[in-house]
């Protein structure tokens, strides 16, 4: 089965509301990543997370190991957040390669 | 931040031709990796580099070979292009795992004809 899950697949939101994303996983990790993506655009780094909590102006990072979980949450949105956003587990002792959940797809409303 | 480019941007080949991609960084990372992304599947690993000489099998290696003739090069080869390798290519690197944040390269999209 799939090692990293993501939820929802889909968001929409009127601006200014919050969102949090979710990323499950089944496996063993060492980090989990979380990336922005425009539509054919690249991969930005957002955070890069062994366990616990981190910030980013209105980003919120956390990575609860013992509960195989990791959680993106987004204050007062943006229409300018609206994009994909991927999270990426590092596998445990497997030379840091990453495995990507399937993202979710965020649209902010004016 | 680590600056990863790729060449070229886009692509079309022929089914048969051989591709080659491109990637370089800047940063002096040790890793470095080639992964496609299509519509259903998500970002999946294709080949990986932990130096200078070394080629690793990824989770999808079939139809692709790897080069890593410097640190900061890296190509993804295929020998006899097919249509199902129409996809969007990225390369990332980082440094050694674990606990090894990767920076991505802005993709390559390739269409094979």
């Known amino acids: 089965g799939q090692q990293v899950q993501q939820s929802p697949a889909s968001l929409v939101l009127q601006e200014g509301e919050n969102a949090e994303l979710q990323c499950n996983f089944s496996?063993?990790?060492?980090?989990m990543q979380w990336f922005y993506q425009r539509p054919g655009g690249s991969l930005v780094s957002l955070f890069y997370?062994?366990?616990g909590t981190k910030h980013s102006g209105r980003l919120t990072s956390t990575t609860v190991i013992k509960e195989r979980r990791s959680s993106l949450h987004i204050s007062s949105s943006q229409t300018t957040d609206s994009g994909t956003y991927l999270c990426?587990?590092?596998?445990?002792?497997?030379?840091?390669?990453?495995?990507f959940g399937g993202g979710t797809r965020l649209t902010v409303r004016p | 931040e680590a600056a990863v480019t790729q060449s070229p941007r886009n692509k079309v080949a022929v089914t048969g031709g051989k591709v080659t991609l491109s990637c370089n960084q800047t940063?002096?990372?040790?890793?470095m990796y080639w992964y496609r992304q299509d519509t259903g599947h998500g970002l999946r690993l294709i080949h990986y580099?932990?130096?200078?000489?070394?080629?690793e099998k990824g989770d999808i290696p079939d139809g692709y070979k790897a080069s890593r003739p410097s640190q900061e090069n890296f190509s993804l080869i295929l020998e006899l292009a097919t249509p199902s390798q129409t996809s969007v290519y990225f390369c990332?690197?980082?440094?050694?795992?674990?606990?090894?944040?990767?920076?991505f390269g802005p993709g390559t999209r390739l269409t094979v004809l």
């Open positions: 496996t063993s990790l060492n980090s």
């Open positions: 990426a587990l590092e596998r445990y002792n497997a030379g840091a390669k990453l495995t």
């Open positions: 580099s932990y130096g200078a000489g070394s080629t």
């Open positions: 990332a690197s980082g440094d050694l795992g674990g606990y090894a944040e990767q920076f």
């Open positions: 940063n002096n990372h040790n890793n």
């Open positions: 997370n062994p366990s």
